[in-house]
């Protein structure tokens, strides 16, 4: 599996993302390339990256959240030779069976293509460690999809910072289809300061923050079974 995690200005984000990443059941099989949108803790981030023995590159300039993203998925399925791509922000830690979960559901669903993507976030855990679902949405902390499935988002991708990326992809680009996701979540989500989209430490509790992840309750290796198609609202 190929994964990339993109990176601005938080290096002690990155830090805590990084080392749970590097402890994932599964990491020895994958190679991971750390993206860095330039400020002044590049270098920092850089090394921090290599510390843990991952590769970091460096974009030619400034250019935001949303090209870094979208940059991101296209080195992975241009220069990666991804068929499945998963990505990471510097605040979703993931928790030590995420890379297993990826690995699990992009084989599940690779063939359906009601399924545009796999999150790794649940927000309230709703079910057994080792049961997922399918829901109408779309979840941006910690998540992959298939590259026959990411040439439409990259085609109708909002480059601009004037509205955040996973609004288009939710709302408009998913086109009522599915994400897969975990009934216990695979991700933490840290990001309280510094966010584009976080008002407060207290708004990212209230919002962000995941009361209980896979972490809190994992004992013996599972497998996943899908346990039910969510019912909410389709927003598409």
Not at 11 to 29: M, Q
Not at 90 to 96: E, G, Y
Not at 186 to 207: D, L, T, Y
Request: glycine share 8%; net charge negative.
């Amino acid at each position: 599996m190929n994964i990339t995690v993109s990176a601005y200005n938080r290096p002690e984000y990155l830090a805590r993302t990084l080392e749970a990443l590097a402890h994932c059941d599964g990491i020895e099989d994958c190679r991971v390339a750390v993206m860095l949108d330039p400020c002044d803790s590049t270098q920092e981030q850089a090394s921090i990256a290599r510390g843990y023995g991952f590769a970091a590159y460096q974009l030619s300039r400034h250019v935001g959240c949303n090209t870094t993203i979208q940059s991101s998925f296209q080195y992975g399925f241009d220069h990666m030779g991804s068929e499945f791509h998963v990505h990471f922000e510097d605040d979703t830690v993931p928790t030590r069976d995420c890379l297993r979960w990826f690995a699990w559901a992009s084989d599940a669903y690779r063939h359906n293509p009601a399924v545009m993507s796999v999150s790794a976030y649940q927000r309230s855990s709703n079910g057994q460690v080792s049961e997922c679902g399918l829901r109408r949405w779309f979840t941006p902390w910690g998540w992959g999809i298939w590259r026959d499935r990411w040439s439409g988002l990259n085609s109708g991708w909002a480059a601009s910072g004037d509205v955040s990326w996973d609004i288009i992809v939710n709302h408009v680009l998913r086109a009522g289809r599915y994400e897969a996701f975990p009934t216990v979540s695979r991700i933490q989500n840290i990001g309280a300061k510094n966010g584009v989209h976080v008002p407060s430490a207290a708004w990212h509790r209230e919002n962000h923050h995941v009361a209980e992840t896979a972490d809190d309750l994992y004992g013996e290796a599972v497998t996943w079974t899908q346990t039910r198609v969510d019912a909410r609202a389709d927003h598409a």
